[in-house]
């Protein structure tokens, strides 16, 4: 029996998505079997992000109402044979999808995989519920922004009324400088406030738009900064104690001091 | 007591006094639209007509009288303590009405052991203690006074029925509204650092705030300007 995990913010375009490719991905990495859920129905992104969205021919709504079986629907990866998305529906209305229906989804995901990711849609109504049911654990994505941490605040306490497992925290796209002018929240003010359990921070990466553009997850390219973070993310996952990577380690290296000088950064 | 509240009211002068249960006792509500003589009569009856046999053993009830606008001579006033001084089965609480929210102790505080987040609305009827944080954008609402064991970045409304002596007290000093009564304080425009061991209170029509040391003091004061009243 494998384990759901959904990933949710509140705030929308905090990096939901972008995370759930590259946890799923980097758990397929590590050889693990995976499927992504796409519960964002109207608004569906993963398939994109992914590269997968010209291979969909059913979808998530498909199966909830009987139009396919859910192997039809799934969709395997183009690099992995182990790791596999169900996409959402782009067309029809997003009350399609029932709270019970997800559920019994997840369930039979959770039979025939080792790990089901399911993408949350931004806000918490009908689709921020249809995406938690069925999860045993979640993974709350935030930026270092007052107002995405006030939203993951108001879902971490959504989550703890349905009895979820106190979430765990990544802290997307912080950029060390401005941490360091103390114009940015700082992980330490954000841990203050949400009192979570840190499961990784991603530094802000160019890489990250690039490789979504493209349809290949970050984690794929083992020479970004993000990439080794959501790679140590899944492996934090799998219960390996790996160390968080310092943010001030681009500066503080000789070599890198040297580069700057002469501008390569 | 039951009984005796729906027991339909024998003799003409029936209606002057409403009895209602309260939580610590009972409440007549004197009409205003009788003469203090008919009053009088028809208390001095409902209190000799209810007897209780085999409760001879049974505390005392509280009661309290509440007289609406009515202003009673100094002779009505005796009068009206006379007839409870004579009366074991009953005891006269106050002659101004049900009980205000402060002088219910008994009531009981609402602790909770965890954070409160966003868009979470904790409200008691009460005193409330938080051992956590309250973040922005959760609020407390007590009719009693605030206590957080921990930082107070959201809103806390203290005495939310009126009280004007409930404070609201925080570790950690951060909030973006406090209310006190009808009162309503918001935090700087401009972020400072959250303040340690305070506690708001109002002083007149403002409010104030004061380190957390003085607040024995303004209990004190309290105390003492209420038995002047």
Not at chain 1, 69 to 85: N, S, V
Not at chain 1, 138 to 150: G, L
């Amino acid at each position: 029996m494998g384990e759901a995990i959904v990933v949710t913010s509140g705030k929308g375009g905090v990096g939901k998505t972008t995370s759930s490719a590259n946890i799923g991905t980097a758990l397929a990495l590590l050889g693990k079997k995976v499927c992504l859920m796409d519960t964002d129905i109207g608004l569906r992104n993963l398939d994109v992000v992914m590269g997968l969205e010209n291979r969909i021919i059913f979808d998530i709504v498909d199966v909830a109402t009987g139009g396919c079986r859910l192997e039809q629907a799934l969709i395997k990866d183009k690099r992995f044979d182990h790791l596999f998305l169900l996409p959402a529906a782009q067309t029809k209305d997003k009350l399609a999808l029932s709270v019970d229906a997800a559920r019994a989804i997840v369930g039979k995901l959770k039979s025939q995989f080792d790990y089901v990711i399911i993408d949350c849609p931004a806000g918490i109504e009908h689709g921020f519920r249809v995406a938690i049911t069925g999860a045993d654990q979640a993974i709350v994505v935030t930026t270092p922004e007052q107002a995405a941490v006030r939203d993951a605040d108001r879902v971490i306490g959504l989550l703890e009324a349905e009895h979820m497992p106190s979430p765990k925290l990544i802290i997307n796209r912080i950029k060390a400088h401005m941490v360091r002018n103390g114009d940015m929240l700082d992980i330490d003010d954000i841990i203050g406030i949400l009192s979570l359990d840190l499961l990784g921070v991603v530094p802000d990466d160019e890489h990250v738009i690039k490789a979504a553009n493209q349809g290949e997850p970050t984690v794929l390219r083992p020479d970004s900064r993000a990439s080794i973070a959501y790679r140590n993310i899944a492996r934090r996952i799998l219960g390996d104690p790996v160390p968080l990577m310092t943010l001030q380690e681009e500066q503080s290296g000789f070599l890198s001091r040297m580069k700057k000088m002469i501008g390569l950064r | 007591m039951s009984s005796f509240a729906n027991s339909p009211s024998k003799g003409a002068r029936g209606n002057s006094i409403a009895v209602k249960g309260i939580r610590n006792g009972l409440l007549f509500s004197i009409a205003d639209d009788v003469s203090f003589a008919d009053a009088f009569a028809e208390l001095t009856e409902k209190l000799q007509g209810e007897k209780r046999p085999g409760e001879k053993d049974s505390p005392a009830v509280a009661v309290y009288l509440d007289f609406g606008d009515r202003e009673l001579s100094e002779e009505d006033d005796s009068a009206v303590r006379e007839l409870f001084a004579g009366n074991e089965d009953f005891t006269l609480e106050s002659m101004e009405g049900a009980p205000q929210v402060r002088d219910l102790r008994h009531k009981d505080p609402y602790v909770l052991k965890s954070t409160v987040r966003s868009g979470q609305v904790i409200e008691h009827d009460g005193d409330i203690v938080v051992i956590g944080d309250v973040n922005p954008g959760a609020q407390l609402i007590a009719t009693g006074d605030v206590y957080i064991m921990g930082y107070l970045r959201g809103s806390a409304h203290a005495g939310a029925s009126g009280d004007h002596r409930a404070i609201v007290a925080a570790t950690y000093f951060d909030p973006i509204q406090v209310r006190i009564a009808g009162v309503i304080r918001r935090a700087p425009e401009r972020r400072v650092q959250a303040a340690e061991m305070e506690f708001a209170y109002l002083d007149g029509e403002h409010m104030a705030i004061e380190k957390m040391e003085a607040l024995g003091q303004y209990r004190a004061r309290g105390r003492t300007s209420r038995v002047v009243v």
